[in-house]
C-alpha cells in the first residue's frame, strides 16, 4: 500500500527566512497531494493542493512542486511569519477497493517561525 | 454555522470500559472519516463511510467500531479491545478531494 514519508519532522527558521517540508511517495498511482496545516489546538485545515497533471502551484506565500518520476512534493513557504508556525501534514490520494480516494498521511512537519 | 462538530473535546475512561465519540456534520456531505493522531505518526485511518449504512475498515481498525445510520452523524466506539486507546482522534467528512476536520477529541484512558 501508500507509504509517505514527510521530512524534516520539526523545523525553526527566522521570521522572514524560506521553509521547505519534503514529502515522498511509493503508490505511483497517487494523483492528489494536498498539504494541511493545524495550529496549536486547532483542527487541520487544507492549505494547498497540487495534482499529478501539474508540476507546480503558487498562492502567495505558498508553493508546491510535484516531481512524479521521482515521486516527491514539497511545500515551500517564503518570508515566513509568525503566525506560519504549525504542523504541516503532507497526504497522498489512493484508491480504496472502489470506494473513492481517501489520503495516506505524513507524520507531520513541526515548523516553528522565531522572531 | 456549517462545520464538522466532535464532541467531547476531553474524555476520560478507565480501562475496560467502551467509550464513544460522537461526530456530526451539517455540511451534506456523503463521505465520512475518523482519524487517530499521535505524536510523530501523522493522521491514520481508523474507519470511513461513503455512503449511508455503509462503512469500510480503515488502516487501524482493530478495536474500533462505527455506525452510519444517518448522513450527518458517525460516531466512533473505542472498545475494551483497543490496546492503546489513549490518543487524539479526528473526525472529517470529506467533499470531492478536500477533507473538512472537527475540533478533535482527546480521549485519556487511566
Known amino acids: 500500500g501508500e507509504n509517505v514519508e514527510q521530512h524534516p519532522s520539526t523545523l525553526s527558521v527566522q521570521e522572514g527566512d524560506s521553509a521547505v517540508i519534503k514529502c515522498t511517495y511509493s503508490?505511483?498511482?497517487?494523483?492528489?497531494f494536498p498539504w494541511y496545516k493545524q495550529e496549536l489546538g486547532k483542527r487541520p485545515q487544507l492549505i494547498i493542493d497540487i495534482r499529478s497533471n501539474v508540476g507546480e502551484k503558487k498562492d502567495q506565500r505558498i508553493a508546491v512542486t510535484l516531481n512524479k518520476t521521482a515521486k516527491h512534493f514539497s511545500l515551500h513557504i517564503t518570508e515566513t511569519q509568525p503566525e506560519d508556525s504549525a504542523v504541516y501534514f503532507c497526504a497522498a490520494s489512493i484508491g480504496r477497493d472502489n470506494y473513492g480516494q481517501n489520503f495516506v498521511f505524513g507524520p507531520g512537519t513541526r515548523l516553528s517561525v522565531l522572531p | 454555522d456549517g462545520g464538522i462538530t466532535q464532541s467531547p473535546k476531553y474524555l476520560f475512561r478507565k480501562e475496560g470500559q467502551n467509550v464513544t465519540l460522537s461526530c456530526e456534520q451539517n455540511?451534506?456531505?456523503?463521505?465520512m472519516y475518523w482519524y487517530r493522531q499521535d505524536p510523530g505518526q501523522g493522521l491514520r485511518l481508523i474507519y470511513y463511510s461513503q455512503i449511508v449504512n455503509d462503512f469500510q475498515k480503515g488502516d487501524i481498525a482493530e478495536g474500533y467500531s462505527v455506525s452510519r445510520e444517518k448522513k450527518e452523524s458517525f460516531p466512533l466506539t473505542v472498545t475494551s479491545a483497543q490496546k492503546n486507546p489513549t490518543a487524539f482522534y479526528l473526525c472529517a467528512s470529506q467533499e470531492n478531494t478536500e477533507a473538512f476536520f472537527g475540533q478533535g477529541t482527546r480521549l485519556t484512558v487511566v
Open positions: 455540511l451534506n456531505h456523503d463521505a
Open positions: 503508490d505511483s498511482a497517487s494523483n492528489y
